[in-house]
């Protein structure tokens, strides 16, 4: 599993107008190449009336799934395009979509491509960006009368403290960035004086919200 990656928020669409021809783009996240051709179906079903449908996506943990369709357009001024945008934000597991009403002006294939482009950055910023960070769980057990200390100093670090179980004693789980448990497991050794007891649990992704270039 990757330690971070980047990928979009949410589902999104946006409009723009160029040269009287409407380019909607609309954006979502997958996992698999069979929900990028789902999102891309509904699309074309929703606007099947429109001139084209262009789309590209980009799929998996080393980007092994990579596709793009002009969707009638001239070769290489739609897909391509929508997909160099993915590539040059480094968005993983990410569909893009983007229909285009002719509006009876041509663009040519050099205003196509900054279109399509434009189209895509535009969706791409409606959706907003997440890193995605890969973190270890971590179980640490003590007795009550270190429950305030030890609440205290967790808050205010950077590590994610989700849980505090009151059993026969205190549990917390707390989140720490991959690669960054022992010197964590360190830390709370010396903050209780080899007064806890740590256990590693499950691995999961935490979403940072990434400010817009």
């Known amino acids: 599993m990757l330690a971070t990656y980047f ?25 698999t190449e069979e929900e990028a051709q789902q999102f891309i179906q509904e ?3 929703k606007h099947n009336a429109a001139t084209h449908n262009c789309s590209a996506y980009m799929i ?11 969707d009638g357009e001239p070769s290489g001024t739609a897909g391509v395009p929508i997909l160099e ?22 663009l040519g294939a050099g205003g196509l ?22 973190m270890q769980g971590i179980s640490i057990t003590v007795a009550y009368t270190l429950l305030g200390k030890l609440e205290n100093v967790l808050r205010q670090s950077d590590y994610i403290l989700e849980t505090i179980n009151y059993l026969e004693k205190v549990e917390f789980i707390v989140y720490v960035k991959t690669g960054e448990e022992d010197s964590f497991q360190d830390w709370i050794v010396d903050l209780t004086s080899d007064q806890a007891t740590l256990l590693q649990t499950d691995q999961k992704y935490v979403e940072i919200d990434v400010e817009p270039k």
């Not at 979009?8 to 996992?31: D, L, M, N, P, Y």
């Open 7 to 31: 990928t979009v928020k949410q589902t999104a669409i946006e409009e723009i107008i160029i040269q009287k021809s409407r380019f909607i783009g609309h954006v979502a996240r997958v996992e």
């Open 43 to 45: 699309i074309k079903k």
């Open 60 to 70: 998996g943990e080393h980007d092994q799934i990579q596709k793009a369709n002009d």
């Open 85 to 106: 945008v993915l590539k040059k934000k480094n968005l993983k597991d990410t569909v893009v979509v983007v229909t285009r009403y002719f509006g009876g002006i041509k």
């Open 113 to 134: 491509i900054r279109a399509y482009g434009n189209a895509t950055t535009e969706a791409l910023q409606g959706s907003g960006i997440v890193k995605r960070q890969l």
